[in-house]
């Protein structure tokens, strides 16, 4: 007989209106996959919030398991690199856009989608990092290939108190460098300076139209925001910096000039942790073992019971969660 766990189902109509409802699955109606994984804790991501409230086209089979990410116990595999009892977490590969996602008591899931959870992190650790947190490393980790290094100057962090942003300065400032946080809530300032921020600047400073080339102020910058902000900060990177971006939260658009990469020899990094090679995922949750300050996380994130997961997430695309919050699924 097939057991029966929870989930958060994501369905619409004929007429393309969207439901979210906690229900009751089998695992008979699981998706294809070849390993099983009991789900301990999941996280709410801006793209978890953005399939919630269907703001954006996240969801791209209908109806849908909603949660990007997942940290769990194998408890069948039919992959020979996976066994019972292994500690997993998996971000992105499609979940909650084409194949059922974390917010569910059980998945079903490729074994190649999946990370061995380093041991320094507990499932809920591993949440409260999340595909934000990942996505902040692999931020990092692109700057250091661009050659980037706390001597060069300044890096610049915008969207800082969300959950991308708030480990990305606490990496950064654990690593040695001086960290620039860009946010709109004047009274985040002390939470950004706990986490290692040496300097606050306002986001309205970056959010208008502003020069193609500005003085020349931060060595290096980790974008969520995009937009305006992205070409400021393009705009006042020194010469032969990097920005690596990887955010949309003020837009898509990027109303950008040549001139910074012409005139600066300055470079743009996109950042995409959906389809990441698997060698790179090791090598960002290694990086997030080592460079990740265990209470810097405690201060980042919050916990809230499985049953208060769309509520939440509609939360979050109002701008009202900080840092991150990690979802106790079981
Ligand atoms: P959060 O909602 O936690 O953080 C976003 C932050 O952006 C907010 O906390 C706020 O920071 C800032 N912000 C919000 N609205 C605006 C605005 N209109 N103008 C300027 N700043 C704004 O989201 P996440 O940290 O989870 O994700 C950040 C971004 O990164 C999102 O766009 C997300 O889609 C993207 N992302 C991309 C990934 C990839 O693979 N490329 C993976 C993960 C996330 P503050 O209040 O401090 O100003």
């Known amino acids: 007989m097939a057991d029966t766990f929870r989930a958060v189902l994501i369905s619409r109509d004929d007429d393309k209106n969207q439901t979210v409802e906690m229900t009751e699955m089998t695992s008979d109606e699981l998706m294809d996959g070849d390993v099983d994984v009991r789900v301990e804790a999941s996280t709410v991501n801006y793209k978890d919030g953005l399939a919630i409230t269907g703001k954006s086209p996240i969801v791209r089979r209908w109806p849908m398991i909603a949660g990007i990410d997942l940290a769990g116990e194998v408890v069948a595999s039919r992959n020979e690199a996976w066994k019972p009892g292994d ?90 460098w001086d960290v620039i946080a860009v946010t709109g809530r004047a009274s985040e300032h002390d939470y950004l300076k706990r986490l290692g921020a040496g300097e606050i600047m306002d986001r309205a400073e970056l959010s208008e139209k502003g020069k193609p080339l500005d003085k020349e102020r931060w060595a290096a910058g980790v974008d969520c925001v995009g937009s305006h902000t992205l070409v400021n900060m393009l705009a006042g990177t020194k010469r032969h910096g990097a920005v690596a971006a990887c955010g949309l939260a003020q837009g898509a658009d990027l109303p950008a000039t040549v001139m910074p990469f012409i005139l600066r020899g300055v470079s743009l990094h ?16 290694q990086r997030l073992a080592s460079d990740l300050d265990r209470t810097k996380l405690a201060e980042i994130s919050s916990e809230v019971p499985f049953d208060a997961v769309i509520e939440t997430a509609q939360a979050l695309i109002e701008g009202k969660v900080r840092g991150r919050v990690v979802v106790d699924i079981g």
């Open 270 to 285: 996109g950042i995409d942790s959906v389809m990441m090679t698997p060698e790179r995922r090791i090598e960002a949750w």
């Open 87 to 176: 500690k997993v977490v998996l971000n992105g590969w499609g979940l909650s856009e084409t194949h059922y996602g974390g917010y569910s008591e059980r998945a079903r899931v490729k074994g190649e989608w999946l990370v061995k959870r380093p041991d320094a992190f507990s499932a809920r650790d591993a949440m409260a990092i999340g595909t934000a947190g990942y996505t902040a490393m692999l931020s990092v980790l692109a700057l250091e290939d661009a050659g980037m290094t706390p001597d060069k100057g300044p890096v610049i962090v915008s969207g800082a108190t969300g959950g991308v942003g708030s480990i990305a300065v606490s990496v950064l400032s654990k690593l040695g």
